[in-house]
């Protein structure tokens, strides 16, 4: 860390933040709803939350949506059909970016980049305005974020904040990050004080994460690829029910279902895309009613490889955040964790 | 950008009717209801027999949509004879595609129920098949709306589907995949008995949007896991009977009954 980049922002000028930001962005922090947190708007005034534990849905749900129309499409009276693009919209603003969530974002443009460009996701991430946060304790009792790498992890934020009390200490990460601090707040270092009840709070974090993997996430290609003919699969697939939820609250899947819909004029309509995952039912069924990856015990083993083996191998980055998000809302807490620990165990 | 001029009228529309067995009719009332497009619909076919609606019926008809399940023993005659007629058959809601809320009495005995239901009276009481069926248990069903009530824009879209000559779009997975997606705090983290994990998806997860446990009105998906069910409910505090219970709502006919059945305690009542 160098200090030099440290700038304080004292809690009070947080609403003005969010009056900055209002002016080029759509603003959002996360806000309570039921047991659980999501990503709401805030509006100039509204409380910004710096000790919320996690939302359930990942932060994809605003850059690569649950349900997008890719374009709309219409039959003129000459029989031509011409299509049109989404309309423009407002640039984001995110408010307190967990580090396993900045590090989603990371897996989802690295996924978005590859191939065909997407257009729609990358420009997104492009124009968001990220606002980092640092976790003094773990969110949920199943995350496992400090063994994925993904707890300290600042990038893609373009401002990171440690909250230590009074006061926010903010570290610059882009220009566009400097640009926004210095309109609302005198660009005041650390005192030299701050900086050791930081590095203080740093330390003594530390214990609140437990370590769960005796072994560094690089080895699970190797570890996963030992285990592929496991019992263990099947193990935790008798409890499963292809509910999908693990594949849904995910902050690196990816996988979608492209449909069309129009009205009964059969002039007009859309091409959709919906969320949809490898552990949802149907998923690998193809035309003809042939299911290319049957059982629940293959569809479940496939996703944990493709966190810890597919994607490292194709991305060069570990799929899985150790956000803890799949294992706590699965209906019947199947652990991708505990899964970790038990093929690294061996291996 | 122009707006596309309406679609020339096609020679002579498809003809639809619509039958109602046993039921609260609340099916039709959906259709009814679609009055935003209803002009639309009637653009695309016409309708030839209604009993909500329209008054001159005829028995000349391309789709026959079914409402209800079949339980006196002409019921069984009559679906026969709609069969015969149409070309398309389309069983729409629960009751029709279930049973239903019907097939909660059938493991009742025609005696135990006269004495529940009626405090023992036998005379006036009209003669029932031994349980409330299904269409399809009866005849050839193409096509299934499920729901109760069915969904309107779901019905346009099935019309359209079958208009344009494709195969109408049923979702093979869980309530819980839309329930998830649409952001609904999970129901059974606050130990209410929800079986969307087993349950065909196509309502958005209205149920637990609105603070409701889903009932699986819809049925059961592709491939449910009932003794997973029974360990989710036990995980979030809940006996495994009360799994059993919400099935036996709108999905004891006995060919469904039977997979959860055998992965359940029974309902503490039956
Ligand atoms: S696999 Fe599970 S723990 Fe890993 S990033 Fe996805 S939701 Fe989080
Ligand atoms: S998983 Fe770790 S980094 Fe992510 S919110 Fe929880 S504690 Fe923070
Ligand atoms: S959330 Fe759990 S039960 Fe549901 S599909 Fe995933 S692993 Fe299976
Ligand atoms: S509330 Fe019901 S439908 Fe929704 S995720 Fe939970 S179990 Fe599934």
Redesign the interface.
């Given at each position: 860390m160098t200090e030099r980049d440290v700038y304080r922002l004292p809690r009070e000028r947080l609403g003005a933040l969010v009056a900055r930001l209002e002016r080029d962005y759509r603003v959002l922090g996360p806000a309570p709803?039921?047991?659980?947190y999501?990503w709401e708007e805030l509006r100039p005034g509204d409380p910004v939350s710096l000790d919320y534990p996690t939302t359930?849905?990942p932060l994809r749900?605003l850059l690569a949506p649950?349900?997008e129309v890719l374009f709309t499409f219409?039959?003129?009276?000459d029989g031509e059909v011409a299509f049109?693009p989404p309309a423009d919209e407002r640039p984001l603003a995110l408010l307190g970016v967990h580090g396993c969530d900045l590090t989603g974002l990371r897996v989802l443009r690295a996924f978005h980049d590859s191939g065909t460009r997407d257009r729609l996701v990358t420009n997104r991430l492009d124009r968001a305005f990220i606002v980092g946060l640092a976790c003094w304790v773990p969110c949920l009792g199943e995350a496992f974020c400090r063994d994925m790498g993904s707890l300290d992890n600042e990038i893609p934020a373009d401002l990171y904040a440690w909250d230590i009390g009074d006061v926010l200490l903010v570290k610059v990460l882009t220009n566009r990050g400097r640009d926004v601090l210095t309109e609302v707040t005198p660009m005041e270092a650390a005192t030299a004080e701050e900086v050791v009840t930081l590095r203080r709070r740093l330390r003594v974090r530390l214990e609140a994460f437990p370590q769960h993997l005796k072994f560094a996430p690089e080895r699970l290609p190797i570890a996963l690829e030992a285990a592929e003919g496991d019992l263990l699969w099947d193990a935790n697939a008798?409890?499963?029910?292809?509910?999908?939820?693990c594949n849904?609250?995910c902050p690196t899947c990816t996988c979608f279902d492209v449909?069309d819909?129009?009205?009964?004029?059969?002039?007009?309509g859309v091409r959709v895309r919906?969320?949809?995952g490898c552990q949802?039912?149907?998923f690998s069924?193809v035309a003809g009613g042939h299911d290319f990856r049957p059982g629940?015990a293959q569809q479940l083993r496939y996703r944990i490889f493709r966190k810890g083996k597919y994607m490292p191998e194709r991305y060069g980055m570990v799929g899985c955040t150790g956000c803890g998000r799949c294992p706590h809302?699965c209906?019947?807490?199947i652990s991708i964790r505990e899964i970790f620990r038990q093929v690294g165990g061996t291996a | 950008m122009a707006n596309p001029s309406p679609a020339p009228a096609p020679q002579a529309l498809p003809k639809a009717a619509f039958f109602s067995f046993a039921s609260c009719e609340g099916c039709q009332l959906q259709v009814l209801s679609i009055e935003d497009q209803l002009l639309t619909l009637l653009g695309a076919v016409e309708i030839v027999n209604f009993r909500e609606a329209i008054d001159d019926r005829r028995d000349d008809y391309d789709i026959a949509f079914i409402e209800g399940s079949l339980v006196r023993p002409e019921d069984i005659e009559e679906i026969q004879q709609i069969r015969k007629r149409a070309r398309i058959l389309i069983a729409i809601g629960a009751c029709a595609c279930l049973g239903g809320v019907n097939a909660i009495r059938n493991k009742r005995t025609p005696a135990q129920l006269a004495r529940e239901v009626y405090d023992g009276r036998q005379d006036g009481v009209f003669k029932t098949l031994s349980d409330a069926s299904p269409v399809r248990s009866v005849v050839q069903v193409d096509y299934e709306l499920r729901g109760c009530p069915i969904d309107r824009d779901e019905l346009l879209e099935t019309l359209r589907s079958l208009l344009a000559g494709t195969v109408p779009y049923v979702p093979p997975f869980a309530v819980c995949v839309q329930c998830t997606m649409r952001g609904t705090p999970c129901m059974l983290e606050r130990g209410l008995p929800c079986v969307g994990s087993v349950a065909r998806a196509g309502c958005e997860a209205i149920c637990p949007a609105f603070g409701a446990p889903c009932e699986a009105c819809r049925g059961v998906h592709d491939s449910p896991n009932f003794e997973a069910l029974g360990e989710a409910f036990f995980r979030h505090g809940l006996p495994r009977y009360v799994a059993a219970e919400k099935l036996q709502l709108f999905n004891n006919y006995k060919e469904i009954r039977e997979p959860w059945e055998k992965a359940l305690p029974s309902p503490s009542i039956t």
């Open positions: 709803r039921g047991d659980t999501a359930m849905l749900a649950q349900r219409r039959r003129g009276d049109d008798d409890r499963c029910l292809s509910c999908g939820r849904l609250v449909t819909a129009s009205p009964l004029d059969g002039r007009t919906t969320w949809t949802v039912t149907g069924r629940r809302h209906p019947t807490r | -």
